[in-house]
């Protein structure tokens, strides 16, 4: 009789539904956890199993997101007359929705 195991979850360390052989060959197979409702892709020889790193498509369109609200946050504290703010003992009143925008754009940087 081949031996057989349970193949463990790589993020939580519970058994997921699958059992292994030592003949059993797996390879860009997505693993799915039931417990903590990761999906992983594995590789699996002769029991030995190896997790497959695949860099993060959102990687990439979260950090055009951050550079895009960084540069429009930088244009928000222009003035209106398109001069640089004021040095600090000259500032002028903020308007409401100048202060409102500047808030959302933290938020929403701080979301990504």
């Not at 504290?77 to 808030?103: F, Y």
Request: glycine fraction near 4%; charged fraction near 25%.
């Amino acid at each position: 009789m081949k031996h057989e195991q349970w193949i463990l979850c790589p993020v939580c360390g519970c058994k997921t539904r699958l059992k292994i052989r030592e003949d059993t060959v797996l390879e860009n197979f997505p693993l799915y956890c039931p417990k903590c409702k990761h999906e992983t892709l594995i590789e699996v020889r002769q029991l030995n199993i190896s997790i497959i790193k695949e860099p993060d498509a959102q990687t990439q369109s979260r950090q055009q997101a951050r550079m895009f609200l960084a540069v429009v946050g930088s244009i928000c504290l222009i003035t209106h007359d398109g001069n640089l703010p004021p040095p600090d003992g000259e500032r002028k009143k903020a308007v409401a929705g100048q202060v409102d925008l500047v808030r959302l754009l933290y938020i929403s940087m701080r979301r990504l």
